[in-house]
């Protein structure tokens, strides 16, 4: 079983945290950087401003002149502080004079990622590239190159032109951490590992005498999406480009700077973590708000000017004559902000996570304002926020905020505390603890306690970390982190009882990895199935299976005892795909468990299977399926490989109509080979059998012999017998093979069976086997009286042993 955990990546400025942490001063990025690891934050990437802007400086154009063979190309001398660069550039803006920046050669563009290199365009050449504003991504402008101030110094590192001294990380951000998509949320985390606080800027507003309340009202239908609505109006505003500071910080976390109004609302959201939406006051109907669902099939035109096919579900923030937004994820066309907007409507809200996620996968619409909502923000900092974006119009665009926020906040969170024992803690992290010191950790990020009661301490969840901590082990979490993962010390004192098992040391990993080789060698695939399983389908097989206690589903609710009956499933789930005419050679090396009643076992299996037609396929061959004969074979094959020669094979024909072998070797089991069709079991709609064999490895290993021993061939040639007995149809061929080579001695070399048959002439209950004999002697050429002999000393004492006859 895989878990996957699914990151957004949170993009931070450190200029821009640093103004949130006072004091806070970096003596070593680099150890700021292990410190943030530390505290469990997962840095993706981290980018220099300054890197970003290497071998980029300050030119100033001497000259222009038109390129002999290129009407729109320029030829420029540029001063770029050390000497004078011949550059072609094709802006139809650059002239003498002018201030620009120039990319040397060995600079990377920003927007392409190319480097920049001496070359020949036209037959001119250019030793550099005049820039324009969207090669170097500070905005999308490419009307023509960026012309910098006129008192811009020649040969000035562009970096130090820009003031261009931030980092910019890439932070992965888990679903559970809503709080971290924000500035401030980064910055507390930071704040915290230092021991310092973060400050909010301050948000001063200067409120005229008319009132919000008397321009717009907002109504919530529906509560349980809905749990707070905020909006406040704002007069007579001015909608132009926003400074230079903005629109840097935008570019600095990727977004794009639109206008003054927009750039407020997507930095404010950046900084606090919390979404807002700014309508055009006047292009609201009827001066009212009403936040409800749709209607399944609604259609609306959101503001990147596609139309969406809404569902029951679907929240809208509505005007009194239709939608204006899909709430929580995007604004409407009618309502957008514009260059003619002159009033503007701040909302500032509270919609359900879950809401938000659902509608936003619906739709397929995925925003920035989404990714925070279904995460879950804030909802008591929501006046804060309403006040920043505020401030920062009245500071950018003027106007006039009208008195107080309409405030619909109809069933208010209660406060949520969590409590934890010091102990338990201690016990969980491994590491001494203090209740002080567990006090003051937690005090760093803004966990505050409240009481003590019967040996817990209680403490007060801000609501930014409502959705996270909601359980004693969720404050655990936060202390281990505080502390910081790297300080906690390893224990290596073994609290399992590996006395069963052998040496896991480089020659058992590397017979592991031979075995491997040698199926994939044989044609096998190999395969890797579920180690969870359901107990009432693999309940049939020896060995009482571990209960899970808490499963993945009910189909999953046992550890598997074998890797048997996920083979056969693997086999069907094949056969299901491509038909019951499939040749399948399969195999797996997996661990298998079991309960014993004192205790759990855990040990390794080596399985591996034969179904459907045979892969050897010629003009003078038979087309035929795999039989018993041909996994025996690959038994045989494999276990000779490791010396194990004389191995038996033991069949059972239980009740329950299982066939089986017992592969026993010196005594002991190394396995079983199984026969399985739709009667063994009734799932099994195969078609044909399937055979397994599934070894103990560990036994497998301990019984193989790496010491081979090498002997010399006989010179003298073999004497050959067949012999045809009659038995009892009870009597087995292993039971006769032991034997034969009991009593034929050390000049019987080989055993062959090739014939069993069977007829009313041979009597109720009987049956012929026919045996190949082969005897050789490393001394002599053997007479027909010294083998006929051993032959007769094996008719004996099979008739002895076994009741066993010749056939006449």
Not at 286 to 311: H, M
Not at 466 to 484: K, P, T
Not at 559 to 569: E, F, I, K, T, W
Not at 750 to 762: S, T
Request: charged share 30%; glycine share 8%.
């Amino acid at each position: 079983m895989f878990i996957f955990i699914f990151y957004i990546f949170m993009r931070i400025s450190l200029n821009w945290i640093k103004s949130l942490i006072p004091g806070f001063k970096v003596e070593s990025y680099e150890d700021l950087f292990k410190d943030m690891v530390g505290i469990g934050l997962d840095i993706e990437s981290i980018e220099s401003e300054r890197d970003k802007y290497r071998n980029f400086v300050v030119g100033e154009v001497l000259e222009t002149s038109k390129h002999p063979n290129a009407d729109k190309l320029t030829l420029c001398k540029v001063n770029t502080g050390g000497g004078t660069l011949s550059i072609v550039c094709g802006a139809h803006n650059v002239a003498a004079g002018q201030k620009v920046c120039v990319a040397k050669a060995g600079a990377l563009i920003p927007k392409g990622g190319f480097e920049i290199k001496k070359s020949k365009l036209r037959g001119e050449l250019s030793e550099g590239m005049i820039c324009a504003e969207d090669e170097l991504g500070l905005s999308e402008d490419h009307s023509g190159i960026m012309v910098l101030k006129p008192e811009s110094i020649p040969g000035t590192d562009f970096a130090d032109y820009l003031g261009a001294n931030d980092y910019f990380i890439e932070i992965g951000v888990t679903p559970n951490r809503g709080d971290l998509f924000s500035q401030t949320g980064m910055a507390r985390e930071i704040a915290g590992i230092y021991g310092l606080k973060v400050k909010q800027p301050e948000t001063p507003v200067a409120e005229s005498k008319e009132s919000s309340a008397d321009y717009i009202k907002i109504e919530i239908e529906n509560r349980e999406y809905c749990k707070r609505f905020t909006g406040r109006v704002i007069k007579n505003v001015t909608i132009k480009e926003s400074p230079e500071w903005l629109k840097k910080a935008l570019t600095a976390v990727g977004l794009r700077p639109i206008n003054n109004i927009v750039d407020i609302t997507n930095f404010v959201m950046m900084e606090t973590g919390q979404p807002l939406h700014a309508f055009d006051y006047d292009k609201i109907r009827g001066k009212k708000i009403i936040v409800k669902t749709a209607k399944e099939g609604d259609k609306f035109v959101s503001l990147d000017s596609k139309e969406r096919i809404l569902n029951d579900k679907s929240l809208m923030v509505c005007d009194a004559e239709g939608p204006s937004g899909i709430a929580g994820i995007m604004g409407g066309e009618i309502s957008e902000i514009s260059d003619k907007t002159k009033n503007v409507l701040i909302e500032v809200a509270y919609f359900d996570p879950v809401c938000i996620r659902k509608n936003s996968k619906k739709l397929g619409l995925q925003t920035d304002a989404s990714q925070r909502f279904e995460r879950g923000v804030d909802i008591s900092n929501i006046p804060y926020v309403s006040d920043r974006a505020a401030s920062l119009v009245l500071q950018l665009a003027g106007g006039e905020a009208l008195k107080g926020i309409v405030d619909v906040y109809p069933e208010k969170f209660g406060e949520l505390t969590v409590p934890i024992r010091v102990e338990r803690a201690e016990q969980i992290i491994g590491i001494s603890l203090t209740r002080e010191k567990v006090i003051e950790m937690l005090e760093r990020i803004e966990i505050n306690l409240v009481k003590e009661e019967d040996g817990k301490l209680y403490f007060r969840i801000p609501e930014f970390r409502r959705e996270d901590i909601q359980r004693e082990i969720d404050l655990i979490e936060e202390i281990a982190r505080l502390y910081g993962y790297a300080n906690i010390e390893n224990d290596y004192t073994f609290r399992l009882d590996v006395s069963a098992h052998i040496d896991y040391q480089d020659r058992y990993v590397k017979f592991q990895n031979d075995a491997r080789e040698y199926f994939i060698g044989r044609g096998f695939n190999e395969i890797i199935s579920y180690s969870q399983q359901d107990i009432s389908r693999i309940s049939r097989f020896p060995g009482k299976p571990v209960r899970i206690k808490n499963p993945n589903s009910v189909l999953m609710n046992a550890m598997r005892v074998n890797l048997m009956y996920g083979m056969a499933a693997t086999v069907l789930g094949n056969i299901n795909e491509i038909g019951k005419d499939a040749s399948l050679r399969l195999f797996e090396l997996g661990r298998v468990f079991a309960d014993t009643g004192s205790r759990y076992t855990e040990d390794a299996h080596l399985c591996f299977s034969l179904y459907g037609k045979k892969d050897i396929r010629s003009f003078d061959v038979k087309e035929d399926n795999f039989d018993f004969f041909d996994i025996k074979g690959e038994l045989g094959m494999f276990l000779a490989k490791l010396n194990i020669e004389n191995y038996e094979l033991i069949y059972y024909n239980a009740e329950d109509g299982n066939r089986f072998f017992e592969i026993k070797f010196n005594n002991s089991v190394l396995g079983e080979v199984w026969v399985i069709n739709d009667k063994t079991f009734d799932e099994f709609d195969a078609g044909a059998e399937l055979y397994i064999v599934e070894l103990k490895l560990e036994e497998v290993f301990k019984d193989s012999k790496n010491d081979f021993k090498y002997g010399e061939i006989s010179k003298f040639p073999p004497a050959k017998r067949d012999i045809a007995v009659v038995s009892g149809d009870k009597t087995t061929y292993h039971e006769m093979y032991k034997v034969i080579v009991e009593s034929g001695g050390s000049k019987l070399k080989d055993v062959r069976l090739f014939d069993i048959y069977a007829d009313k002439k041979l009597g109720s209950g009987k049956k012929s086997m026919t045996f190949s004999l082969e005897f050789s002697s490393d001394e002599k050429t053997l007479t027909d009286e010294e083998v006929n002999g051993m032959v007769d000393k094996i008719v004996r004492n099979l008739n002895k042993k076994l009741g066993v006859t010749l056939r006449a």
